[in-house]
């Protein structure tokens, strides 16, 4: 059956770094945009970055651009997220997400995803 599952996330300080990971199966990942998505405590989930497998291309929020990087390793079928320059406000549940619509990858809206996973806690804090 269609599995994503996050890995990766911990506590770091402000300016360190984390890589997460979401690992998926049963399904073709040439096929979908894979999300990366985040709910802090008290606010709504909102898109981090996405990526198109077949292609590679790339979205970023505006809040992360410059700062976390999103890769695919289609052998192994996992989507990565580098996070480096961590802030406070970086914290969370990350969540990865498909979505079989190309204009999930322009508008990284949460209902044009599904099949979400389980979710990695990131906490960043000094």
């Known amino acids: 059956q269609v599995q994503l599952v996050e890995s990766g996330g911990g506590l770091v300080q402000p300016g360190g770094s984390l890589r997460l990971s979401c690992a998926t199966s049963g399904f073709i990942l040439d096929n979908y945009v894979i999300g990366w998505f985040r709910q802090a405590p008290g606010k709504e989930r909102e898109g981090v970055s996405c990526?198109?497998?077949?292609?590679?291309?790339?979205n970023y929020a505006d809040s992360v651009k410059g700062r976390f990087t999103i890769s695919r390793d289609n052998a192994k079928n996992t989507v990565y997220l580098q996070m480096n320059s961590l802030k406070p406000e970086d914290t969370g549940i990350y969540y990865c997400?498909?979505?079989?619509?190309?204009?999930?990858?322009?508008?990284?809206?949460?209902?044009?995803?599904?099949?979400w996973g389980q979710g990695t806690q990131v906490i960043v804090s000094s």
């Open positions: 990526i198109r497998s077949s292609d590679g291309s790339t």
């Open positions: 997400a498909r979505s079989p619509f190309s204009p999930a990858m322009a508008t990284m809206q949460n209902d044009l995803f599904g099949s």
